[in-house]
């Protein structure tokens, strides 16, 4: 069965770091692209950033370009999100994808996402 599983949410401070772990279960993540998405209160999910499968680039959203970073280890099967400089509209449920089933060459913020993980809750404030 695959899984993913999210963890590291927590309440910060403006300006306070978080790293957000995704674990994979059931299939490989260093084959695929993955990415990070957030639902604000109120707000529709929107997509922040996202890793291609084939050659590894990586896409943030303007919103969080500059300070969040996604990155992958393959050994552990598990992705991350780096986030510094937060401040109080990053406050939001964070959910990672995976695309398993995607075989084609476009640019991972474009491509459809079948593998969710439950979200984990992100608060800024102080």
């Known amino acids: 069965q695959l899984q993913l599983v999210e963890s590291g949410g927590d309440l910060v401070q403006p300006g306070g770091s978080l790293r957000l772990s995704c674990a994979a279960s059931?299939?490989?993540?260093?084959?695929?692209?993955i990415a990070w998405l957030r639902r604000a209160p109120g707000k529709e999910r929107e997509g922040i950033s996202c890793?291609?499968?084939?050659?590894?680039?990586?896409w943030y959203t303007d919103d969080v370009k500059g300070r969040f970073t996604i990155s992958r280890d393959n050994a552990k099967n598990t992705i991350y999100l780096q986030m510094n400089s937060l401040k109080p509209e990053d406050t939001a449920v964070y959910s990672c994808?995976?695309?398993?089933?995607?075989?084609?060459?476009?640019?991972?913020?474009?491509?459809?996402?079948?593998?969710w993980g439950q979200g984990t809750q992100v608060t800024v404030s102080s």
């Open positions: 994808a995976a695309a398993t089933y995607y075989r084609g060459t476009a640019a991972c913020r474009a491509i459809p996402y079948d593998t």
């Open positions: 059931g299939f490989p993540l260093d084959f695929y692209a």
């Open positions: 890793l291609n499968g084939t050659d590894g680039t990586t």
